[in-house]
């Protein structure tokens, strides 16, 4: 693939950039699907496309407040990758004071000179508030929205603003104008593209990825052949409903759970800490895989979803999963073949471990071959080839 082209601007020969952005620090911050959807791209791109970092930007936030508007390097997969962090976070997601969705919105406008965005760009936006900032610089520029879950349910998950309808009401006005306005949407799931189908033609469901590790002869095997260890991993929210997983655990005999992930609810759940039950925190996405390792079955019990990242994980891991059949769920996991569909009580979710335990090799045989359908290369193929309509070569 040749370089890409150049053009004049103000007598200095720029090219078509792809501006990522997204409230994460692209590393480690924060634990959770939409960091590793993104991370697995990064990776196709430095793999296949090498050549293209070099007119990459990735914009977003840093856990160090002294970085703020300064550009620096990443070393991703063997490539150095520019990075321009424009808002702090706070790593502890649990005590966080200030909405980092207001902050990042801050921290782009305060660093529109570093942007320098132009209408030759394409901006490839993970967090909606993003989006009428780029186009406040540059009515003109591309923009390619990648929805990890439907934009309808967003504000079930506020944690600021709540109590304040016209905000809300704003919002949703917001979300709505930015379906319309949008370039292309990349989605995960059957209910975001009827959902968005109303508001924009040019949708396109790409669904999550993972990297497969090789498990051998294509199954986990529990340790002393019997089911102990569940494991959640996610962000502490109460639309996750960790709580009814906790009190499944406590319900059933030697087996133990560990939670993985950090959020609003950790104080409130924590006092389920004990000898069955292990809270690590946030954790980086390469210790999240050995907690993987370690397990028996995953849990989820959301009240939405998209596809998560960490369902597809567990499957690649050779792990059962048991879940709520809520939003693209259900067009991943094959209830009765890999998974276990539960109601989200305790006792729903009791039957659920209890129907893996009684033909666990089955279902985790399973897993493991279904999960070869998410290879990052095969999706993230897709995602470049519709970047490639906006972002030039």
Same mark, same amino acid.
């Given at each position: ?209 993972? /990297?497969? +590790? *090789?498990?051998?002869? !294509?199954?986990?095997?529990?340790? #002393?052949?019997? @089911?102990?260890?569940?494991? %959640?991993? $996610? ?47 946030? /954790?980086? +996405? *390469?210790?999240?895989? !050995?907690?993987?390792?370690?397990? #028996?079955?995953? @849990?989820?019990?959301?009240? %939405?979803? $998209? ?50 335990? *009684? ?35």
């Amino acid at each position: 693939m040749g370089e890409p082209d150049g053009f004049i601007l103000e007598g200095i020969i720029q090219v078509s950039r792809l501006l990522i952005y997204d409230t994460s620090n692209f590393m480690d911050f924060p634990i959770g699907g939409q960091l590793t959807s993104i991370g697995n791209f990064l990776r196709f791109l430095c793999e296949e496309y090498p050549e293209r970092t070099e007119s990459l930007l990735l914009v977003g936030v840093t856990l160090d407040a002294g970085e703020i508007g300064r550009k620096k390097k990443l070393h991703l997969y063997g490539r150095e990758v520019d990075f321009l962090p424009v808002a702090a976070a706070e790593r502890d997601l649990g005590n966080t004071k200030k909405s980092l969705r207001l902050q990042f919105v801050k921290g782009l406008l305060k660093c529109r000179n570093r942007l320098h965005i132009t209408k030759k760009d394409c901006n490839y936006i993970h967090t909606p508030e993003a989006y009428g900032v780029v186009k406040l610089f540059c009515m003109g520029t591309h923009c390619v929205i990648f929805s990890h879950g439907s934009y309808f349910n967003m504000e079930r998950g506020f944690r600021f603003f709540q109590k304040n309808v016209w905000i809300k009401k704003g919002f949703a006005a917001y979300l709505k104008w930015i379906l319309k306005d949008a370039d292309c949407i990349l989605l995960l799931d059957k209910d975001s593209l009827r959902d968005y189908k109303p508001y924009n033609s040019n949708l396109v469901q790409v669904g999550n990825s993972i /990297v497969c +590790p *090789e498990i051998a002869e !294509g199954r986990h095997v529990p340790e #002393d052949g019997r @089911v102990r260890e569940i494991l %959640f991993v $996610g962000r502490l929210s109460k639309d996750k409903r960790v709580e009814p997983i906790i009190q499944a655990v406590l319900g059933m005999d030697e087996i133990r759970l560990t939670v993985v992930g950090d959020g609003e609810e950790y104080h409130n759940l924590a006092a389920y800490e004990g000898e069955r039950v292990h809270f690590t925190g946030a /954790v980086a +996405p *390469e210790k999240v895989k !050995g907690y993987m390792e370690q397990a #028996d079955i995953l @849990v989820m019990n959301s009240a %939405f979803e $998209g596809i998560p990242m960490t369902i597809l994980e567990a499957l690649s891991y050779a792990l059962p999963v048991v879940s709520t059949n809520v939003g693209g769920i259900g067009e991943v996991l094959h209830f009765g073949q890999d998974a276990e569909e539960t109601d989200g009580t305790p006792e729903g979710i009791r039957a659920a471990v209890r129907r893996i335990t *009684e033909a666990y090799d089955r279902y985790s045989r399973n897993a493991y071959e279904n999960s070869k359908a998410f290879d990052y290369r095969v999706v993230n193929r897709k995602v470049y080839q519709v970047l490639c309509n906006y972002w030039q070569v």
